[in-house]
C-alpha cells in the first residue's frame, strides 16, 4: 500500500467510526434515517462483510458465492470471507476495487437517503464497482436508472454517515 492509500484509508475508518458513533445517538430521533446495519459499514449486524460471501467472486464468477471460514481477512473492521485464497489475494491487494459501494447497505435505499440491509444474491456491477440491494424488488426498480440512483446515493452516502 502506498502512503497515499493508508492516509485515505484512516481518513475513512475515522470518518466510519465517527458515522457510527453518530448514527448510535441519532437513533432516537423520528427524522433519523433509515439503518438497518446497526453494526456499521460492511459488517451490517454482525461482524462479517456481505454475509460472508465472497466480493471478489463477483467480479470473477459473475455470481454471489458464499465465502469458507478457511478463508478469512479483516478490513475495516469486518471479517471478509472468500471462496479461495486466490480471491483472498485479490482483495488483499485491492480492497477498495472489490469492496461494496456504500459500505454494503443497498445501494437504491442510499439514494432514498436510508441506510438498509441487503440480499448477497441482489447485486450489479456497474464501471467495475459492486453494488448491493435490499431484494429483487428493490434490485428491479434500481435497474430501471441505476445511473440516476448513483448520482443521488454518491450525494447522500457521507452526509447520511454524519447524521
Known sequence: MTD??????????????????????????????INTLEGGLFGGRGDVAILGYDSVAYFTDGKAVKGQDTFVLEWMGAKWKFASKAHLEQFKASPQQYAPQYGGYCAYGVSQGNLVKVEPEQFTLIDGKLYLNYDASVQATWLKDSAGYIRSADAKFLPLLKK
Open 4 to 33: 497515499s492509500m493508508i492516509q485515505t484509508c484512516s481518513r475513512f475508518v475515522k470518518l466510519a467510526l465517527g458515522a457510527a458513533a453518530a448514527l448510535i445517538g441519532s437513533a432516537a430521533l423520528a427524522a433519523a434515517p
